[in-house]
């Protein structure tokens, strides 16, 4: 340790030396020689910032591959000059809240047609109950469409990080991924395109000094494809694909049947847009894969 102690105190590991459960780590030390002068509380407070100063804020056991925060210190004395200390460091916790839930998006044509109610004396409707892709909202110029519910899948992931491993590059990194929000790999068993990044909150809490409690918070919306059975369809334009975060538009023109004596708007083209940057988001350093989220996991 490089913190140098006065003269004449020692701190020294106590025998049989460290103790290792499969959530805490703690090691004892007795130290000797420490200033004695007949006030406890001072005698207290200058052993324990001492021994908070040489015990590190962070430590791994035996075979962890990272390095747990220091949770606690248990000081007693054994008189003359004398203390006993046990620092105890801990695993690195994590929380996983999931949300199934739904959201409102505006949409221009339906899944299926499923009645025509219309005026006997009215032309012929173009479409018949059970066609798919029908427009919605058409006034002979527009199709304004209609706001709809529609299911969402989100989720938010806790973990706590050591503070000696948090800095503001890492806080660079994750700006980086929420200036580029969807995944453009595999991450937590999603296929890319399919999650978006909604950004992270960090908190400091005095109680627990060493380590800080960062939250991050994920949408999942599935991506529309031919091989995954949920292509769409609009209008009569098949196998329409597009990723999950990508937006579909549909463009219109009036257009009158041959026969027909009204305007009926017409899907001519299906645009998909990419409207967001993807990004790797192992860069947040949490694991990418199905696995419950953890600082530093791959």
């Known amino acids: ?104 998006q505006q949409i221009r044509c339906d899944k299926s047609l499923t009645h025509i109610y219309s005026d006997p004396a009215a032309p012929a409707a173009e479409w018949t109950a059970g066609d798919d892709g029908v427009p919605i909202g058409w006034d002979g110029r527009s199709v304004h469409g209609c706001s709809i519910y529609i299911p969402t899948r989100s989720w938010t992931e806790t973990v706590e990080i050591p503070i000696g491993q948090y800095s503001f590059d890492y806080e660079d990194d994750v700006d980086n991924v929420n200036e580029s929000p969807v995944n453009q790999n595999s991450f937590r068993g999603y296929d890319p395109g399919e999650v978006i990044f909604h950004g992270m909150q960090v908190q400091l809490d005095a109680k627990n000094p060493d380590s800080v409690t960062a939250v991050y918070e994920f949408e999942r919306t599935p991506n529309r494809s031919v091989a995954n059975g949920n292509a769409i369809t609009i209008d009569g334009i098949d196998n329409i694909e597009k990723d999950g975060w990508d937006w579909l538009d549909v463009h219109y023109a009036p257009q009158v049947p041959t026969g027909a004596l009204q305007v009926i708007p017409k899907a001519q083209y299906v645009l998909i847009h990419r409207v967001y940057d993807r990004s790797d988001f192992s860069d947040l350093n949490i694991g990418t894969s199905e696995a419950l989220p953890m600082w530093g996991a791959s």
Do not use: H
């Not at 701190?11 to 290792?20: F, H, K, L, N, T």
């Not at 509380?41 to 390095?67: C, E, F, H, I, K």
């Open 1 to 104: 340790m490089s913190i140098i102690l006065p003269p004449p105190m020692q701190i020294y590991e106590d025998m049989p030396g460290a103790q290792a459960t499969a959530t805490t780590f703690s090691i004892t030390y007795n130290i000797t020689g420490a200033p004695v002068t007949g006030n406890p509380t001072n005698d207290y407070n200058t052993v324990r910032a001492l021994v908070l100063a040489y015990a590190p804020v962070s430590n791994a056991p035996p075979g962890a591959l990272y390095a747990w925060p220091r949770r606690g210190l248990d000081l007693k004395e054994a008189g003359w000059g004398c203390w006993k200390a046990t620092v105890q460091w801990g695993s690195l916790n994590y929380q996983y809240a999931l949300k199934i839930g739904g959201a409102s």
